[in-house]
């Protein structure tokens, strides 16, 4: 009896053993999670950030998370070139210890490819403009789908245009910009298919003021446009055109009214990132000491980033800090009907709902051929919208 007695209170006290250990393990993990270790978050920058919709969306996406996260610190340069995007990347990890390194643009975040292997326990990040196989264990490629946002502005567009011509400014013919003008152009035909969209001519860099003001006012003297916007290139001149010609800008990137670039008069709405939905991944990620993190982001409107305030979409449509048909100035609603509101409402509702997608609703025609490159229902895969979509879509009036 003793034996037995013996025996129990040591299998109770080996329970009791393994309960506390188990209190103190969850205890422990519960403070790392409020306490973690510090980590340096820094962006190669390929403009400046401020007059430059890209990396200013960028650059306050990442400053929204240096609020957020006291453990978090973001360090950045600007005017970063494909030539220095290495010795940056090297200064920002052996100088100034960083963890996580993005490269913003894709020509610039390429070069990344022959150091990242040196670095095991830093995260790279690297945008995608066409290229999705260049990445490694801790070599992470990103983007997202903006372009449901781009469809949502179209509508805008399609709407309020009393010409039917539109204008686009677009850096280059690259399948980003691309996908670009066919969601816009798909927004803007489903209200009003006898509405043009002419691109001109192209302005030949991301970031280019004198150019991108000079292919803006072409636009509207050759083309008679009443409605620009700049989905291929960064810099304030082509809202600043519109402007002071007199017409209707859909704005990119970043909510420009909110930037103070222009007022409700001029911008109907812009379509907007929200690049921390991808960045608090990659954070958490690191966090968790993950060696092999998600490698590919190309997300959309259903996966948002939840905050205690609400969810954050990766894209949207916003003005003046108001979002979705809330967005569309009061003077642009004033031009638009109530069924085309009511569409705007409905498509970003099911986009958000992850239940419908531009791409895969309409049917992808090639509109110098005439080939069907995807039929309606059938949604293209992520390696054919962001590396083979080199063709624009009927509609379109590309530079000659």
């Known amino acids: 009896m003793n034996k037995k007695g013996i025996s129990t209170w040591w299998i109770i006290s080996m329970f009791a053993a393994v309960a506390i250990i188990g209190m103190v393990g969850s205890v422990q993990a519960t403070d790392l999670a409020h306490s973690p270790r510090h980590i340096v978050l820094a962006v190669e920058h390929f403009s400046p950030v401020s007059g430059a919709s890209w990396c200013g969306s960028f650059h306050a996406a990442c400053q929204w998370l240096d609020k957020k996260y006291p453990w978090l610190d973001y360090l950045y340069q600007e005017n970063v070139g494909p030539d220095s995007t290495i010795a940056v990347a090297k200064d920002f990890i052996e100088n100034k210890h960083a963890n996580i390194v993005i490269s913003n643009a894709e020509f610039m975040a390429l070069p990344i490819e022959a150091i990242y292997k040196k670095y095991p326990n830093v995260y790279f990040m690297g945008n995608i403009a066409s290229d999705t196989e260049t990445r490694g264990q801790n070599w992470i490629r990103y983007f997202g789908r903006q372009y449901q946002s781009q469809f949502l502005a179209g509508i805008v567009a399609g709407a309020i245009t009393e010409t039917n011509a539109i204008g686009l400014v677009v850096s280059f013919p690259a399948v980003q910009n691309v996908r670009k003008v066919n969601a816009f152009t798909l927004g803007v035909q489903a209200v009003n298919p006898k509405a043009k969209i002419y691109l ?80 608090d991944r990659v954070l958490s990620d690191y966090m968790k000491g993950e060696t092999h993190p998600r490698n590919l982001y190309f997300i959309g409107m259903e996966e948002p980033l939840y905050t205690p305030d609400g969810s954050i979409p990766v894209v949207d449509i916003a003005n003046n800090g108001r979002y979705g048909v809330d967005s569309i100035s009061p003077k642009a609603r004033k031009k638009m009907s109530k069924d085309e509101i009511e569409l705007i409402r409905s498509r970003r509702e099911e986009m958000l709902n992850g239940q419908w997608d531009p791409f895969e609703y309409y049917e992808l025609k090639d509109g110098k051929t005439g080939k069907v490159m995807s039929p309606a229902g059938e949604m293209p895969s992520d390696v054919e919208l962001l590396s083979k979509m080199d063709y624009y879509i009927p509609g379109v009036v590309p530079p000659k």
């Open 200 to 279: 001109g001519s192209y302005v030949g860099a991301w970031y280019d003021p004198p150019t991108e003001k000079e292919v803006s006012e072409k636009l509207i003297s050759n083309f008679k446009v009443d409605v620009l916007s700049n989905p291929g290139s960064d810099s304030s001149a082509p809202v600043t055109v519109a402007k002071e010609k007199g017409i209707w800008f859909i704005g990119k990137d970043a909510d420009l009214t909110k930037l103070g670039w222009a007022d409700e008069d001029t911008v109907a709405t812009s379509y907007i990132w929200n690049w921390q939905v991808i960045i």
